[in-house]
């Protein structure tokens, strides 16, 4: 298949290379206040990580810097993994470095980098390991593994290692030709170092196949991201596998930045708000700028290959514009979670987006499975404009909004900010027909969440919640009544409906357990937040049993609509009044929730049966149909521009090249049955 594309300095949006040059010469001046001459840290922040004086260097090669380049990168020490240095990030980066930099560099810089670019060839540690693969999990660090084995390879003459990676590629093809994305798919974090690394292949590499599967991969990447982004708010819309509290709020985020680059000043926040910092703006790693600039720099120094029809959808939509794709997602070690499939749909409307993910990727504790944007004026001019909405089930007393320095090594640095993530531990299925949406949770306390299982629980808490880091709840009607406060207790049964920005919501709780005490529902506030409290336990130290989890059950109805589609909130919520419920739980949980005819609505009704801890329902239905699960769909897209999908079965040819499955870093038990030799 022919993949058209264009470069970077497209039309749309503007310069790429201006953009990106403009963002690294500030960062070079930044960087002054953070080291020395001599490449020592000297700032009050927490110190750099060596991937993040890599990440600058690159930078600080591209502008002319290269005396501080050689200086900062010396500093930089990788850890030592049985006998050879090697960590994902900074071997990686190096081999990237060196195929764009290396007559910039020092011959000592240029060995540093040779070294660690050939110990990423090494079984153990290095690039060539099981849990470098794409196996419906980590996909961006497979990425880096496979483009440092081939662009490394090349570089460094080793076929072995070329061979090596065309097999991931070729397994990544696969899973593309079976799935509509990625099983990392849409993170505000992840998903643009999977580009980045997959986009260096497409442009560097000397092997005709691993450039044409790169380019497809690339291609695909961009494809899905695009038919996700709305073009009037700037934002990338929900689910996402993989957020942290930065990305929960659509505020500074490794893919605005990456989008800023490629399309410009209509992405939402701008990277180059970094540089004065508006003490709004919620950043990564607690309020770390050094290390978010320099990250910043690395998608800066990308070559893209955008393909037209992406740039389109970039630029414009007809709405509402739905977007669905299946993806695979792999189990992760040390928890109950198998592999399983899931629907990801995302639903877009001028004033909001609704976005759900049938099932949890991986262990679950950084998923948005069910996430919302919406405007908070008709026009939007900043990321202040935007809000968002999501849902987690936290543990002893965790809730949104809390503030902490950043620490290393039990030392308070004192660059603080929002907490880098509020981590969750709900299994979570979710239904979604247009703007509605039912999320069902059940709790999962497994050694994925840190141990949980094995320490006393005191709370046990779902959360629904409304960030209002750019704006407050301006309307509020519980149970048809009005509140003029965002607080107090909220009776089993009621809608919870208000008005934030130009988003009506309307959230039904369907939360419940077998235990004597009833679940508590309460509107509560924290810092920039305002949530809905769902208390599944409250009470004296307690160890779960499997059996005690079994019967508690979480959840909502979420039903959403712009102001412009009802006269008021009160005519909205009356809507909602109507509709019933039937859930309970015999063997399975089985729900039903329908919603009659309304003024700008027709009738719907979900159902479904669902098991606690099941990865997948027994069954789910949208007025008495079964939920399909098409491979892709995208408004306005033909899929037969998507790379993969229409080709020919292609079989991958036989490698497996490991006598065990053992890793550098951790002692898995692994059985290997059958090889092909």
């Known amino acids: 298949m022919s993949h058209q594309s264009k470069q970077p300095n497209s039309e749309v949006g503007g310069d790429f290379k201006e953009r990106s040059f403009l963002f690294m010469k500030k960062a070079g001046q930044a960087s002054r206040s953070w080291y020395d001459s001599d490449g020592e840290w000297v700032a009050d922040n927490v110190p750099a990580a060596t991937r993040e004086r890599f990440w600058l260097a690159g930078a600080l090669y591209t502008i002319g810097d290269t005396a501080r380049a050689d200086a900062i990168v010396q500093k930089g020490e990788t850890e030592d ?40 060839f090494s079984f153990k540690p290095g690039n060539r390991q099981p849990d470098y693969q794409f196996h419906g999990y980590n996909d961006n660090m497979p990425a880096k593994a496979t483009a440092g084995l081939i662009l490394g390879g090349e570089m460094l003459g080793n076929r072995e290692a070329v061979e090596y990676g065309l097999w991931n590629l070729r397994q990544l093809k696969a ?25 260096e292949i497409a442009e560097h590499s000397q092997n005709e196949e691993a450039r044409s599967l790169a380019l497809g991969i690339e291609e695909r990447l961009w494809i899905d991201l695009a038919a996700r982004f709305h073009p009037d708010m700037g934002v990338i819309s929900g689910p996402h596998s993989r957020a942290y509290t930065v990305d929960n709020v659509a505020h500074a985020s490794a893919i605005s930045s990456l989008l800023w680059f490629c399309l410009g000043d209509q992405i939402n926040p701008s990277p180059m708000e970094l540089f004065h910092l508006p003490q709004d703006l919620v950043i990564h790693h607690t309020g770390d700028v050094p290390f978010n600039i320099a990250q910043f720099c690395w998608f800066a120094g990308g070559l893209y290959h955008i393909p037209d029809v992406a740039y389109e959808m970039f630029a414009e939509k007809s709405y509402p ?60 001019h900043s990321y202040r404009d935007i809000g968002t909405i999501f849902t987690k089930l936290t543990t002893n007393g965790d809730a949104p909004g809390r503030i902490a320095n950043s620490t290393e090594n039990g030392r308070a640095y004192p660059n603080k900010g929002e907490v880098d993530i509020l981590p969750s531990c709900a299994n979570t ?111 004296e130290p307690k160890l ?85 699960h098409p491979l892709v769909e995208i408004d306005g897209l033909n899929t037969e521009q998507l790379p993969f999908l229409n080709e020919p079965f292609q079989s991958i040819p036989p490698f497996f090249p490991w006598k065990d499955l053992s890793v550098a870093w951790g002692d898995m038990p692994s059985a290997i049955g059958d090889r092909e030799e």
């Open 321 to 380: 514009h739905r977007a669905v794709a299946t993806c695979e997602f792999g189990a992760s070690e040390n928890t109950i979670f198998t592999g399983r499939s899931s629907k990801i749909e995302t639903v877009m409307f001028p004033d909001y987006t609704v976005g759900t993910s049938s099932a949890t990727y991986g262990s679950v504790e950084q998923n948005n499975n069910y996430f919302v944007t919406f405007k908070r004026q008709e026009n939007v």
């Open 544 to 628: 779960f049993t499997s059996k005690e989890l079994r019967l508690i059950f979480g959840g909502f109805v979420a039903e959403h609509a712009s102001v412009s589609e009802y006269p008021s909130l009160d005519a909205f919520s009356q809507e909602l009044e109507s509709s019933r419920f039937t859930d309970y739980y015999w063997t399975t949980r089985r729900v039903r929730y329908r919603r009659p005819d309304g003024r700008a609505r027709q009738a719907l009704e979900f159902e479904a049966s669902w098991s606690p801890g099941a990865m997948v329902p027994r069954y789910a239905t949208v007025n008495g149909l079964r939920v399909e």
């Open 175 to 199: 899973m593309l030709s079976r799935n509509g994305i990625n099983s990392e798919y849409n993170s505000p974090t992840y998903s643009g170092l999977t580009i980045r690394s997959i986009s």
């Open 81 to 120: 993994l049985n006998g050879i240095k090697f960590n994902i990030f900074d071997t990686n980066i190096a081999t990237s470095l060196l195929v764009s930099h290396r007559d910039k560099m020092s011959s000592a810089v240029r060995a540093k980098f040779e070294e660690l670019a050939l110990n990423g």
């Open 429 to 539: 299925f979710t239904m979604q027909s247009a703007s509605t949406a039912l999320v069902l949770t059940h709790p999962e306390l497994g050694d994925a969440f840190k141990g949980v299982i094995d320490n006393p629980v005191t709370d046990l808490d779902e959360f629904i919640i409304l960030s209002t880091h750019g704006g407050d709840v301006e309307e509020l009607i519980v149970g048809g009544k009005h509140r003029n406060k965002w607080s107090g207790q909220v009776e089993k049964g009621q809608w919870i409906v208000c008005r934030i920005g130009r988003l009506f919501v309307g959230f039904r709780p369907m939360a419940y357990t077998c235990a004597d005490e009833p679940v508590s529902i309460t509107l509560e506030s924290n810092e920039n937040y305002k949530y809905i409290r769902i208390g599944l336990y409250k009470g």
